[in-house]
């Protein structure tokens, strides 16, 4: 069963940076694109970054490009986002997954800018 464990959360002041990680235990990790997604309250679940497999591509929403970078590291099964310059909008808990066809969901890993 493949799953997938976010971490590196918390409370930060706007401006402030935060690194997530998700771990994850598919073993085709380094075949496939991987995505960060978050979910604020009452909104939908929106996909924030991927990054393909073979070239490391990487795409942004366009609310965190120039803020975001999103990596991986095949040999841990592991994917990473930077967080810096971080805004209250981007309070939400924040997710892994494969862009295409998604497995279980994680718990996820809150993230909440506030002053």
């Known amino acids: 069963q493949v799953q997938f464990v976010e971490s590196g959360g918390g409370l930060v002041q706007p401006g402030g940076s935060l690194r997530l990680s998700c771990a994850a235990s598919?073993?085709?990790?380094?075949?496939?694109?991987m995505g960060w997604y978050r979910q604020a309250p009452g909104k939908q679940r929106e996909l924030v970054a991927h990054?393909?497999?073979?070239?490391?591509?990487?795409n942004y929403l366009d609310s965190v490009k120039g803020r975001f970078t999103i990596s991986r590291d095949n040999a841990k099964k592991t994917l990473y986002l930077q967080m810096n310059s971080l805004k209250p909008e981007d309070t939400a808990v924040y997710y892994c997954?494969?862009?295409?066809?998604?497995?279980?969901w994680g718990q996820g890993t809150q993230v909440t800018v506030s002053s």
């Open positions: 598919l073993s085709s990790f380094s075949l496939r694109t």
């Open positions: 997954n494969t862009p295409n066809n998604p497995y279980t």
């Open positions: 990054i393909t497999s073979a070239t490391s591509t990487t």
